[in-house]
């Protein structure tokens, strides 16, 4: 089982079917609470965060049963972004952090994500340990070191005074209007109150969560929402967060949608302007936009690619010194002040840049002119691989040699589905197409 239940970003599935039962995360919280339990000491403590799922009242539960079986005390922060997670285990000196949400996904689905003492997303290793031990006899603690559990409060209050600290200090957002899409997720009480307190004049969107309407229709995955707002309201910008906060899209006033590969290119510049991008160079994933990289190498600025997932990114981040990197979808990582990707602050960030330079959020919002990207996915039966058909190869193969030098091909099975992800960019909209449909069709007749 072990590194087979983890994808790309902890354990996610369809909620109360395998792996995200009940059963399996009492198992795991057992396998993690004995994996960081040391000794025989009883000060052992992780915290615990969802969004705003129905689901996951089932999988708190089930997750508290299993670590405190195993003699972790355990405290229960309730709804709050995944990146309050990852400050809160660091900040509250916990041997471990959980988020129990599946981020941008429909609330049919749930997910267990693991963080370190350290507040970063666990390594590959660690997590192929737990695994490892989930398959197998977990030993629980004796009675008298079994764990405690208790709700703390003040969790999203916390994270809301430290994301105003990664505001520029002395500056306020007094005369703008913010439109932010709480995507009816994790994020939907601390967004809004954090710009309104730098003084903005907040529309909020997304903030009636029921525990069915995550992700349905609001949030990064559907930024039409919040553009239609920007537009209702005459907003200066929109802030579009999905499910559990840690990715953004933006919407300047005009109603155009700003990804990730945007955002990055702006901070990249302005952070490279000021002497503060550490490493000169931006780490970002093998999906990131062609144009994107073309724009930095223009301001004398390097670019990392990584597979996708934002655990990756941060590992190269780390590993190199970096600090800053993100996805395409909008995950966008400042380890100066967090450890993981968080849609809220750099939102800020942006606004950051809004009220330095005294320009439009359209001026700023993009930086550069994609090369045409198309990306399509096809869905195959469990247990087979297309990929390996000697037709696909030859296919992929053919495409690649077609478009040397004027574009490039990535093709890869994504980490949380049976979907392989098939995209292509070029400058000539025509072979793109061309080419994307071809191993397309190459796929779905292997699969």
């Given amino acids: 089982m072990s590194r087979k239940i983890f994808g790309t970003d902890g354990v996610r599935g369809r909620a109360n079917a395998y792996p995200m039962t009940a059963e ?3 198992r795991l919280g057992a396998a993690a609470g004995r994996y960081f339990r040391r000794g025989s000491e009883n000060d052992h403590r992780v915290v615990i965060g969802k969004d705003t799922r129905l689901s996951g009242y089932m999988l708190e539960n089930a997750l508290t049963a299993g670590l405190t079986s195993t003699g972790m ?16 285990t660091r900040s509250m000196r916990a041997d471990l952090g959980i988020m129990i ?15 370190g003492p350290d507040g970063f997303k666990l390594s590959d290793e660690a997590e192929s340990a737990i695994g490892a031990a ?10 008298e070191n079994i764990g405690r559990a208790r709700r703390i409060d003040d969790g999203r209050g916390r994270y809301v005074e430290y994301a105003k600290t990664t505001f520029p200090a002395g500056q306020r957002l007094n005369g703008l209007k913010v439109v932010v899409d709480c995507a009816n997720g994790a994020a939907w009480r601390a967004a809004p109150d954090v710009l309104w307190e730098l003084g903005a004049e907040v529309i909020p969107l997304g903030v009636e969560p029921n525990g ?16 239609a707002a920007v537009l209702a309201h005459g907003a200066d910008l929109g802030i579009s967060l999905d499910g559990d906060a840690d990715r953004v899209m933006l919407v300047d006033e005009k109603g155009q949608v700003a990804d990730g590969d945007q955002i990055m290119a702006l901070l990249a510049a302005r952070w490279a302007d000021q002497g503060r991008l550490q490493g000169d160079a931006l780490v970002a994933t093998v999906m990131s936009n062609l144009g994107l990289e073309r724009f930095l190498q223009t301001r004398g600025v390097g670019l990392e690619r990584t597979a996708v997932g934002d655990r990756y990114v941060v590992e190269r981040m780390r590993q190199k010194g970096f600090n800053l990197g993100g996805e395409q979808s909008g995950h966008i990582v400042m380890t100066d002040y967090m450890t993981t990707g968080d849609g809220l602050v750099a939102g800020l960030q942006f606004l950051a840049a809004m009220a330095d330079s005294g320009l439009r959020a359209s001026d700023l919002a993009k930086q550069f002119d994609p090369v045409p990207q198309m990306l399509k996915n096809v869905r195959y039966a469990n247990g087979a691989d297309p990929l390996a058909q000697a037709s696909v190869k030859a296919v992929i193969a053919d495409a690649e040699a077609r478009l040397a030098g004027a574009g490039r091909v990535l093709i890869r099975k994504s980490g949380t589905e049976p979907l392989i992800r ?22 779905e007749k292997a699969a």
Avoid: W
């Fill in 101 to 115: 949400s599946a981020s941008h996904n429909h609330a049919h689905d749930n997910g267990i994500k693991f963080f």
């Fill in 134 to 143: 989930v398959e197998g006899e977990i030993a629980p603690a004796r009675p």
């Fill in 24 to 26: 399996m995360a009492l």
């Fill in 73 to 88: 005390n355990v405290l229960l922060l309730g709804p709050v972004p995944t990146p309050a997670v990852g400050y809160l």
């Fill in 212 to 227: 069915h309407n995550i992700n349905d229709g609001v949030g990064s995955t559907h930024p039409q929402a919040c553009a």
């Fill in 422 to 443: 098939v995209m292509a960019e070029a400058e000539d909209e025509g072979i793109l197409r061309e080419v994307v449909d071809g191993i397309v069709a190459a796929v």
